[in-house]
């Protein structure tokens, strides 16, 4: 999935990178091309020279794509929405429509990834409205074409995989119709990969290995077959296998998988080949499963070291920038502090009230959350016999049955479903959905995921070292497929995050 943003947010930026006509332009390409990588800090301090020394709207434009680049390379994603804003300003001026539909893909991106998902749709509907005025029919589809994996995103958020299915085909289509795209293979293997995904959570392994096939035969014929994404189709290409049961093919992928991982030395595919290994020697090989369990943690530790390095030089020298505009305008020194001070006093009282009314929230739940015991309640039986779905007698027997489901836990299986629940229970399965609906007021679904939720909030609540585990942990240990969905879900039922909850938790032992 991270191949998949770095990829989107790039071809956003990729229609300024590599122009080199005048002395801008050499300082700007050799900023983009060399010092991006080998000194951000540099990189960083170049975009606001070139900022002055453009002498047009394009040229400055392009200085603050640059700048949100860098900014977001290193997670500093709020001054790199703010660098974007910028530049959106000095779009609409020229009424650039092909750079301005280009930077609210961007901001979509970014907001997506900061979790500010309703924002980032709004950026997005904008994205998508403006692509329709670029003048250039082939730019147009290509950028839209690419719009589409941002597009499949927002709904692989609601786990709405047929939709961001069809997106991804219509972007396949898309670029077909663009006769300038230099690497046409490429940028379609792309969203033939993500098709492949999103048919594996949909358990239909035959569409998802044709897909990665096809990915892999399109990547082959393009001119980037060594990217890391050849990585991601076989690791895809393996989890198929695995689902098939097929765990010699699907080792001889995760093999290979590793192989283009260690090659490129590319941490995001390092992180999902060492998770799905995690994941394939859960239950047969336990020194392997704790041998790459140790490699992906060194690795997450090791990245995240690196980009607070960076991150805290980055932020330093956005300060040090900031006060060396202020000693340039004396006069509105006080002005500037003012709105600073006041700036951080709002941010600190709303960070104080949400965190207060979190806490409320928090309170509440731990004082009412226990798992719903199925209790006969006489007033609330309909006594009307023409009204009743089932006899009231097998209705008391289905009730016992799942009283009885509830203690055994299997509800933390992640392939639980109403039929594999109903045949578990030896009960037709529109007789368990019914009694389900009655008592609980609420579908299958949303009772399961209670269940899983209470099961976590309990674990928490008792047992101090699950305080210590990673959210993707808790989700695997509740029997959610993903760390997100477990996210989503946990709010939903609980009011609040799972790590606001941690938190709270671990500094206020007592109440739990």
């Known amino acids: 999935m991270q191949l998949k943003n770095t990829l989107l947010l790039t071809f956003f930026l990729s229609f300024y990178f590599g122009h080199s006509q005048d002395a801008f332009d050499r300082i700007y390409t050799e900023t983009y091309q060399v010092l991006l990588s080998s000194n951000p800090k540099k990189a960083l301090s170049n975009t606001d020279y070139l900022y002055t020394l453009a002498k047009n709207n394009p040229d400055k434009i392009k200085t603050r794509m640059l700048k949100a680049h860098i900014l977001y390379q290193y997670g500093i994603n709020n001054e790199a929405i703010n660098a974007l804003k910028q530049a959106d300003s000095l779009a609409l001026k020229g009424k650039d429509f092909a750079t301005l539909a280009k930077i609210y893909g961007f901001m979509a991106s970014l907001y997506r990834e900061s979790e500010i998902y309703e924002t980032g749709k709004i950026y997005l509907n904008k994205a998508v409205s403006i692509s329709k005025k670029i003048k250039d029919e082939s730019e147009m589809y290509r950028f839209q074409g690419n719009l589409s994996q941002e597009l499949a995103c927002y709904e692989l958020l609601d786990s709405n ?42 358990k239909k392994g035959d569409s998802a290995l044709y897909h990665y096939e096809k990915a892999e035969k399109e990547l082959q014929e393009s001119l980037s077959y060594d990217n890391p994404l050849k990585g991601f189709i076989y690791n895809g290409i393996a989890n198929v296998y695995v689902e098939m049961k097929n765990y010699k093919k699907a080792l001889s992928y995760y093999k290979k998988a590793e192989e283009v991982a260690e090659k490129s030395d590319y941490s995001a595919l390092k992180q999902e080949v060492y998770n799905s290994f995690m994941e394939f020697y859960k239950k047969t090989d336990s020194k392997k499963y704790i041998s790459y369990n140790e490699k992906n943690l060194k690795l997450t530790k090791a990245d995240n070291d690196n980009k607070k390095v960076i991150a805290d030089d980055l932020i330093r020298s956005i300060r040090k920038s900031h006060l060396q505009s202020q000693s340039e305008y004396q006069k509105h020194k006080l002005i500037i502090i003012g709105i600073c001070l006041f700036t951080v006093f709002i941010t600190v009282a709303l960070y104080a009230y949400k965190r207060k009314q979190d806490h409320k929230k928090i309170k509440a739940f731990i004082k009412n959350s226990k798992v719903d015991t199925i209790e006969e309640n006489e007033t609330e039986i309909k006594k009307d016999a023409s009204k009743e779905y089932m006899p ?54 949303g009772y399961i995921n209670e269940l899983r939720i209470d099961y976590i909030v309990d674990r928490l609540k008792n047992d101090p070292a699950y305080l210590k585990y990673k959210i993707s942990y808790l989700a695997d240990q509740a029997g959610f497929a993903s760390h997100s969905r477990f996210t989503i879900t946990f709010k939903k039922i609980t009011g609040v995050s799972p790590l606001a909850f941690i938190t709270y938790l671990q500094n206020n032992n007592e109440v739990a």
Do not use: M
């Open 392 to 445: 009231e007698a097998t209705e008391k027997a289905i009730l016992e049955k799942i009283k009885e489901f509830e203690s055994s836990l299997s509800y933390l299986n992640k392939t639980l479903s109403l039929n594999s629940v109903a045949s578990e229970l030896n009960i037709n399965h529109r007789y368990l959905s019914y009694v389900i609906n009655k008592h609980k007021s609420k579908d299958f679904a």
């Open 161 to 202: 995989y047929s939709k961001a299915i069809l997106h991804l085909k219509k972007g396949i289509q898309l670029f077909e119709k663009a006769a300038s795209v230099s690497d046409k293979n490429y940028q379609i293997a792309i969203n033939d990969e993500l098709i492949a995904r999103n048919y594996l959570e949909l």
